[in-house]
């Protein structure tokens, strides 16, 4: 139970500054994007700029709602506290992911690093959804243990713009490869992770399968 208590409070650490860093990243410090947009060459289609952006801005509310919505439903205190609360977040949390990923659709054409990375992102806009309505349809049959899996699983792709962040940083800046090049092995390299570390949470943190308490 300590280990789950920590891992959610580890997790709300990270959410919370991810979410003050997105806000504050692409809607004060860069709202043009022109960092991001500087590193995409050689795009096969025109980009309408001011269209992206807003796409990008609604993008990024929605990610931000998500994050924050999936973080209070992970949450033991606030279920046993309202039941009605989880479930309203939780479709939030739904509405939330279908949105991130609809305006995803729009963006992944134009991907940084050409065809392959919006070959990724499609992926991931299959994955997502796909995951996230296990979670749902699980809880509708009324599997506790299996619903909290799926949305593990499914929270996890909440991190993968920082985690592609994380890993083309490294590549770029570390290793010193291009930087389009860094960023499509980041989004298979993301992909992987998100689906391979909330198995490893699920088998070890989560392991009792009994249990039907989630964290704090
Ligand atoms: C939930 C947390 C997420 C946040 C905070 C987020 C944020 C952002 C931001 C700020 C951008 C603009 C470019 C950049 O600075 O990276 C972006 C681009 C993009 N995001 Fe997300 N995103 C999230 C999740 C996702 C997910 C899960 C998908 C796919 C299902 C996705 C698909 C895309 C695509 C396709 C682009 C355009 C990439 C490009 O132009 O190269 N994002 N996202």
């Known amino acids: 139970m300590n280990r789950r208590k920590t891992l959610f409070r580890l997790l709300a650490g990270i959410t919370i500054i991810f979410i003050f860093y997105s806000l504050v990243k692409n809607y004060v410090i860069d709202p043009s994007a022109a960092g991001f947009i500087g590193h995409k060459t050689g795009l096969r289609r025109t980009l309408n700029l001011p269209v992206w952006l807003n796409v990008m801005y609604v993008h990024v ?4 709602v998500a994050m924050a919505s999936g973080l209070l439903n992970f949450s033991n205190r606030l279920l046993e506290k309202s039941r009605r609360f989880h ?16 305006t995803s659709g729009y963006m992944a054409p134009y991907a940084t690093g050409g065809r392959v990375s ?10 997502w959804p796909f995951i996230t309505i296990m979670a749902l349809v699980q809880i509708k049959k009324k599997r506790m243990i299996r619903h ?6 499914s929270y996890a792709f909440c991190f993968t713009n920082m985690l592609i962040h994380l890993i083309t940083t490294l590549l770029h800046y570390g290793i010193g490869l291009d930087y389009p090049l860094s960023y499509t092995i980041s989004v298979y390299s993301s992909i992987a992770l998100l689906l391979i570390i909330p198995e490893f ?11 039907h308490a989630i964290h704090s």
């Open 148 to 153: 909290r899996n799926w949305m593990i699983r």
């Open 118 to 127: 919006s070959i990724g992102f499609n992926l991931l806009n299959m994955i």
């Open 61 to 64: 509310a929605f990610a931000c």
């Open 87 to 102: 479930r309203i977040n939780g479709y939030l949390y739904i509405v939330s992911v279908l949105i991130v990923v609809l």
């Open 201 to 211: 949470v699920i088998r070890t943190i989560f392991r009792n399968p009994r249990e």
